[in-house]
């Protein structure tokens, strides 16, 4: 599409009489594009002294009229947008309340701008309209609105145009005391019809964050420019100077005039931030003199991450918000659809997030390789480094941490964000809760919905200061620091409502700070990550039946961790694989702690042919390949006590159970209706939506089965198969649930239609790469990614 035809679908009705814009250069002439192309204005009118712009525009029909002062067009204007240098303002304000007072136009018409400033806008207007009686308030016009649209291009001037220009571009608005509602919105509603969203921020707040984050950025591109040409052999220096140096001062190619201005203009702002980065330069410098080789790395691996975690943000990827989603599977029927191969399955997310805990507690440096590199356990390794811990990695798995031991921790300066990381919450919670300082934890808006005083309230018994500041019990937590509150926390003795490995990995953690004994008493058998990795790291645990203590006061020692494959995502092939005729897939050195296999148990009790093989130890963890077949799978009745052991499993079990021969029964499952969804509510629903007959119970579900065990053998190659479909075609959302998503795409194996699953982004919270491995055992998965990328621009 041409940039200057861009309409926007969603407007039509002219918001204004006649807009005047004052100055034709790449931002004015853009928006004066966008507002013809978007009829938003009956009338439009333009100053600007440069003739041949004006004269251009009248010819191509995009002004009405246009002059080289504002008394010649302004007549009947109810609003001006002023589009020039921040130095300019002055004059502009100056003929605008000549304006008003000679009548051609009112005292209380729209005034926007679109300056990089605001402050010093807002000032000037002030020197100007002290004494118009009608429509002014403390001094100021009631229609003033500074704005400043966070859009620009490489180039200037009229015939840069773009009406594309602020699609999806950010605008900030600067609302002062004086200005009224109608111009409020009647600004908001200008941008938000070009395409642009809007913010509003504090004068003084929208020049510091411009000028650390856009102002501060130019300046030192221009004085390394000139650094470096001003040394004797510059030429040398520039010839050799590499893509570094070309990235870092491409900015300095921009216009020096505007930049000049900017500088006068956001004067203090500008010497706050320079004053910081001096600061900051200075400690650097020192860190290389001393060859304080962790503290940099710290410092590099800190900032490496804070860009890729500010990248997410931005642009609204699951780190986030999994509330911004828009890639999708689809998933077309496949009629060879055997699942064969040999493949190892990424590490285990449970015990990923512990080695991140545990090394940066720990006393000395910890190696970890298998590390996940899936949003979940990215989100504590940034918790960590937010908190100060240098954190090498990750590069492929490895990470090397740098423990800084019980009482190492720093105060994060910003809320701790857990993405959609129940663990983490949980988990760090009750660390931060016998930390001296306080916290606040939050995450995206899945995890904002899932219950926390189930930790809350025993951390509170423990004499912990934590409130849930989201409704009914939900984060984002506020913990109070030991130091405020006076004394450590308590040891307590704590009998579980729930197998919780959350709850008792919280309480016990929080007790390693605790005066006396924690214990916790589970109902039945959770996993025990928590307390395999506390051995690990030298710290004595006692095990007594489902009662496990902790004493405070001790200390972990760094030890080298390596990471099994996370039996919760290799239940995806395994049920892959058992439900699809011609199947065999091995799966290499996957964790089998015995807290952890129920799955295999389930499936085994369903008739699914799963073996394994080459059992050995990986650190504290066993694991084997798994090798499973596929076979005529028949419904059970799941039993009650291998639930906490499967409790991630079951949305792909469901699938299992669809496909098996009769009825299966969940009960004693009501934990899975607080995961990352109501995971009972939701496989329910995409399995009906699938032709699922399937019954939803307060704790369970039951599905009937559609496998007939005597269909039609049909030879595909060298391969026999006898997969008859078993779910129809369908749209299923993920709910924001990474295993909902990969669970019906193992479903699409036995579709007779195409299935869509929406959503998906949410599998990188712990399967990076789930499409690419199934594609690569001969699933046929399609990734939509939708347009969940767009970058945020950028502009002075
Ligand atoms: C986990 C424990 C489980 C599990 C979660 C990871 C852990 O939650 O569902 O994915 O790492 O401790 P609950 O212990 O709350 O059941």
Partial sequence: MSPSNYKNPL????????????GLGLIGASL??????????????????????????????????????????????DLIVIAIPVQAAEAVFTDIKAAMQNGQISNDCIITDVCSTKVNIIAAAKQVFTDLPNGITNGLPNGLVPAHPIAGGENSGYHARRSDLFINHRVIICPLASTEDRALRKVRALWESVGASVISMEAQHHDSVLAHTSHLPHLLAYNLVDQLASHDDNLNMFRYAAGGFRDFTRIAASDPKMWHDIFFANQSAIIDALDEYSDYLQNIRQLIIDKDSTALMGLLGRAQAARRHFGHMLASTPYTDTSAM????????????????????????????????????????????????????????????????????????KLTIHGVGMHGLKPSKTPIYMGNSGTSMRLLAGILAAQEFDSVLTGDTSLNKRPMERIAAPLREMGAVIQSTGTSGTSPLSITGREKVGKPLQ????????????IKSCLLLAGLWAEGTTSVTQPEVSRDHTERML?????????????????????????????????????????????????????????????????????????????????????????????????????????ESLVPLAIDEFPVLFIAAACAKGRTTLTGA??????????????ADGLQTLGIDCTVTEDGLIIEGQGTHNQPTKVIGSQTHNDEPVFSGGHITSHHDHRIAMSFAVASLRASEQIVIEGVETVNTSFPGFAELANEVGMSIEVDKGDANNEAGDKA
């Fill in 11 to 22: 407007t039509s009705k002219p918001l204004f009489e006649q807009v005047c814009i004052i």
């Fill in 32 to 77: 004066a594009q966008a507002i013809k192309n978007n009829s938003l204005s009956k009338r439009l009118v333009a100053v600007d002294r440069h003739q041949p712009s004006i004269e251009a525009a009248i010819e191509q029909g995009l002004l009405d009229a246009g002059a080289d002062a504002l008394s010649q067009v302004v007549s009947g204007s």
């Fill in 326 to 397: 828009s890639a999708s599977y689809i998933i077309s029927p496949n009629t060879n659809n055997a699942i064969n191969g040999t493949i190892t399955i990424p590490g285990d997310k449970s015990i990923s997030h512990r080695s991140i805990m545990f090394g940066s507690l720990a006393e000395g440096v910890t190696h970890v390789t298998g590390f996940l590199e899936g949003e979940d356990a990215l989100a504590t390794l940034q918790a960590f480094r937010d908190m100060g811990v240098t954190i090498e990695g990750p590069d492929n798995g």
């Fill in 491 to 502: 040891g307590i003795d704590y009998d579980m409502p729930v197998a919780s490995a959350q």
């Fill in 535 to 639: 051995s690990a790291f030298g710290y004595e645990v006692s095990v007594e039946g489902n009662r496990i203590s902790v004493e405070g006061g001790g200390k972990l020692t760094a030890g080298d961790i390596a990471v099994p494959a996370d039996i919760s995502s290799a239940a995806f092939f395994m049920v892959a694989a058992a439900i699809s005729q011609g199947s065999e897939l091995t799966l290499t050195q996957v964790g089998i702690n015995p807290t952890r296999t129920g799955v295999i148990d389930i499936l085994k009790l369903m008739q699914a042919d799963i073996t394994l093989t080459n059992k050995t130890y990986v650190g504290e963890e066993p694991v084997a390949d798994i090798t499973i077949r596929s076979s005529n799978l028949v419904g059970i009745k799941i039993p």
């Fill in 670 to 683: 009501k934990e899975l209706r607080v995961k990352e969804s109501d995971r009972i509510a939701v496989m």
